[in-house]
């Protein structure tokens, strides 16, 4: 997996890659604009990752590369992670996962599906999230790669947290962290640890079991809305999330909470390489 959410070595590698590479159309560079353009979801350059994504996508067309449009098309759901633009990455995963059934490759097939579950549930559309992951399901059980396993099994608890089941969430959580560690990742246990528990004990009112952690975070990685969010949550006591929890109705707030602080992770290439209770 990539070091997105620890440091921005794979950028600075990213960038050197890019400045090697010649200036023409070419497979590989189209590939490596779209992950340079995913990669700099950590930081403030929304305006630069967009054009780098659309350069990716625009040269692998011309090129008529289905595998390198694929990763371009991949790479812009990251590069336009932002609230607004919710409606466009719906499309380039509709895109995505057209060109993934005619070229038959199950595995961005899969990553078309994700991505179309990240922006239902960011929609509210809890049918859609439902019927986004019993798609992905059916693809993992055909690949059947521990990377796949684990995605399964952390939506699985994610799906879970929304209904507001957190005993059984955490449950499915650490089911879900035992599949990661099977792939030697860090990225498992970071995305249990600072996703699903930070959420899970913040949904119970046990945010102080969880807050050194949040505020180590929320200082690396002040651009991410969910680590600030979150950070602030930390800093004022919950005071207010308290009394938002007073108004709002459990599921509500369970939602709210799964697709800004879970789903703020846009999904990742497969590997890390440039293919690849209450």
């Known amino acids: 997996m990539t070091g997105r959410f620890s440091d921005t070595a794979g950028i600075r590698l990213l960038e050197q890659a890019l400045a090697t590479l010649p200036d023409g159309d070419s497979s590989l560079r189209a590939q490596v604009l779209a992950r340079l353009a995913a990669e700099l979801f950590i930081s403030d350059q929304?305006?630069?990752?967009?054009?780098l994504s659309d350069q990716a996508v625009e040269m692998a067309r011309r090129l008529d590369d289905q595998e390198a449009l694929l990763v371009a098309l991949h790479g812009r759901h990251s590069a336009t992670f932002v609230p607004d633009q919710v409606d466009g990455r719906l499309a380039?995963?509709?895109?995505?996962l057209r060109v993934a059934t005619e070229y038959g490759d199950d595995e961005m097939a899969f990553m078309a599906h994700y991505a179309r579950l990240h922006c239902c549930l960011e929609l509210g559309e809890i049918?859609?999230?439902?019927a986004e992951l019993a798609a992905m399901i059916n693809l993992a059980d055909r690949i059947r790669q521990p990377f796949y396993l684990w995605v399964i099994a952390v939506l699985r608890a994610t799906r879970t947290i929304v209904d507001g089941r957190l005993r059984e969430a955490e449950r499915l959580a650490r089911e879900a962290l035992?599949?990661?560690?099977?792939?030697?990742?860090d990225y498992g246990i970071y995305y249990f640890e600072h996703a699903q528990m930070v959420t899970i004990r913040w949904a119970q009112g046990r945010m102080n079991e969880v807050?050194?952690?949040?505020r180590i975070h929320g200082e690396q990685?002040?651009?991410?809305?969910?680590?600030?969010?979150?950070?602030?949550?930390?800093?004022?006591?919950?005071?207010?999330?308290?009394?938002?929890?007073?108004?709002a109705s459990r599921r509500e707030r369970l939602r709210g909470s799964a697709s800004k602080r879970l789903l703020d992770h846009p999904p990742v290439l497969a590997g890390g390489g440039l293919r690849a209770a209450r």
Do not use: Q, Y
């Not at 380039?92 to 995505?96: D, Q």
């Open 221 to 247: 990685h002040p651009l991410i809305a969910r680590w600030r969010n979150a950070f602030w949550a930390v800093e004022t006591g919950c005071r207010r999330c308290r009394a938002r929890r007073g108004r």
């Open 127 to 130: 049918k859609g999230v439902d």
């Open 46 to 51: 929304v305006e630069r990752r967009t054009v």
């Open 92 to 96: 380039n995963a509709e895109e995505m």
């Open 178 to 185: 035992a599949i990661g560690r099977i792939r030697e990742s």
């Open 211 to 214: 807050a050194e952690s949040v």
